[in-house]
């Protein structure tokens, strides 16, 4: 069976598809200075099920996009906002990170949780910065050593998965190369991987390898996963999702 089915599959009954939580998503909104005194236009770019999108729709009077390239996530997204009566604030976009179709200077904010390490965070800041208005702010998650030494084995494996994964100064220079003004940083504390993120992952994993009991491909998914996050579990003092937030300079 297809990879990315199986991976829809596991991932698309989740509220969110990386760590993250209501209280990171208030603190980045705070750290973000937003204007609530007026519509603000927002993308959610690699949206997923739609975490953060349905929570800024219910919080901030906004006019978002959530974009992602799975369409089958966006359908999710969709009962989600009916569901939380949010649907009329949101528009459901299915495109390219890479290749996003919006005019120049469009959006109040670009939210990004999780995801732009799929196009890398120096590429992705970089080609998302026309987007913005005048002073509109990025608010973009990602993965990020939190030491300047680390032991081999997480070295090793975040390395070989994500090659641009560094430490958080060297993530701010890209944002300052790329034209943007850092206005700050922090950490996802350990319940955004645990409670809101892993906890349900294991969850589905047990559930997927249920379903597909004699599928190899289901197994290495299902392995890999769990070999993730064990190694998340036994090196979280080195390495986190760092939240993000620059304006346009
Ligand atoms: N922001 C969500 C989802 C994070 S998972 C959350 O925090 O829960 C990463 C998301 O990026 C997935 O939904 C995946 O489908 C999407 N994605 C991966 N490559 C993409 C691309 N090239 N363009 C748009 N979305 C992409």
Redesign the pocket.
């Known amino acids: 069976m297809d990879e990315l089915k199986l991976l829809v599959e596991l991932y698309r009954p989740m509220s ?3 760590p ?1 939580s209501h209280r990171t998503l208030e603190r980045a909104v705070d750290l973000a200075g937003l204007d609530c005194s007026r519509r603000l236009r927002i993308a959610d770019i ?3 099920t739609g ?2 999108s349905i929570e800024l729709a219910g919080r901030l009077d906004a006019e978002i996009v959530a ?4 369409s089958p ?1 966006l359908d999710e997204l969709n009962e989600r906002a009916q569901a939380a009566g949010v649907d009329g604030a949101i528009t459901m976009l299915e ?4 290749d996003l179709p919006f005019e120049n200077g469009q959006f109040d904010v670009i939210w990004s ?3 732009v390490y ?2 890398g965070f120096a590429a992705g800041v970089s080609a998302w910065l026309r987007l913005l208005k005048p002073e509109g702010v990025l608010v973009v998650s990602e993965i990020t050593w939190l030491t300047a030494d680390r032991p081999a084995e997480i070295d090793d494996f975040w390395t070989g998965e994500y090659p641009e994964i560094d430490v958080a100064s060297a993530k701010i220079a890209q944002l300052e190369n790329a034209g943007y003004s850092p206005r700050g940083y922090f950490t996802l504390p350990e319940p955004d991987w645990e409670e809101e993120f892993y906890e349900p992952l294991e969850v589905q994993l047990a559930e997927l390898a249920d379903r597909h009991q004699e599928s190899a491909t289901v197994s290495e998914i299902v392995e890999s996963q769990r070999r993730e996050i064990a190694l998340q579990r036994r090196y979280r003092d080195y390495v986190s999702y760092g939240m993000y937030v620059a304006t346009a300079a």
């Open positions: 969110r598809q990386g993250g690699g949206c997923g975490a953060a974009v992602d390239s799975l996530f495109a390219s990170m890479e949780e999780g995801a799929n196009m």
